[in-house]
T-cell receptor
């Protein structure tokens, strides 16, 4: 079955700097890659997703890249703000309505 | 549309007791998913439904776990003879399959603590 790895497990950046989280997946049948943000005690919330027919997607300060050949995908957050502090999960699935396999998470701290 | 609703938010019970959780998906979402999340880990897939049909169960779901979605709307997850290792956050999510690549929306979860 699918296995998603994620690193780093923790990341501290100064406010205004960029943060990068990298993930790998194992199942070539995966075509949908969502990213979720989870604040302490709250539900995971989708922040961006990408499908295998595109290599990059951007939404304001957030961008994701996908290399399907290498089975790598990454999240880039620019101009980080303290409210970006949370745990971020990458994930993979065959489609947006199939079971989602999550990575172990990255705890991001943005230092004011 | 109030989002995915889960009840209760917290459940504390003694080992060996049975517990049942409820999930109300976003209306008209035909797929409903259950995940389990332990501290410091990502959510782990347990099972999912399309309408009332249970499509897949993870190997994580032992015989003590059962999930139903009898009318294709709300779902229940029951754990029988609870064990310490069942302590976790149980998350429910829902999505449509007919609205073009809509993501899964999560509820706030039910936090289960086994004494």
């Amino acid at each position: 079955g699918e296995n998603v790895e994620q690193h780093p497990s923790t990341l501290s950046v100064q406010e205004g700097d960029s943060a990068v989280i990298k993930c790998t997946y194992s199942d070539s049948a995966s075509n949908y890659f969502p990213w979720y943000k989870q604040e302490l005690g709250k539900r995971p919330q989708l922040i961006i997703d990408i499908r295998s027919n595109v290599g990059e997607k951007k939404d304001q300060r957030i961008a994701v890249t996908l290399n399907k050949t290498a089975k790598h995908f990454s999240l880039h957050i620019t101009e980080t703000q303290p409210e970006d502090s949370a745990v971020y999960f990458c994930a993979a699935a065959e489609t947006s309505y199939d079971k989602v396999i999550f990575g172990p998470g990255t705890s991001l701290s943005v230092i004011p | 549309d109030t989002g995915v609703s889960q009840d209760p938010r917290h459940k504390i019970t003694k080992r060996g007791q049975n517990v049942t959780f409820r999930c109300d998906p976003i209306s008209e979402h035909n797929r409903l998913y259950w995940y389990r999340q332990t501290l410091g880990q990502g959510p782990e897939f347990l099972t999912y439904f399309q309408n009332e049909a249970q499509l897949e169960k993870s190997r994580l779901l032992s015989d003590r776990f059962s999930a139903e979605r009898p009318k294709g709307s709300f779902s229940t997850l029951e754990i029988q003879r609870t064990e310490q290792g069942d302590s976790a956050m149980y998350l429910c999510a829902s999505s449509p399959t007919d609205s073009g690549n809509q993501p899964q929306h999560f509820g706030d979860g039910t936090r289960l603590s086994i004494l």
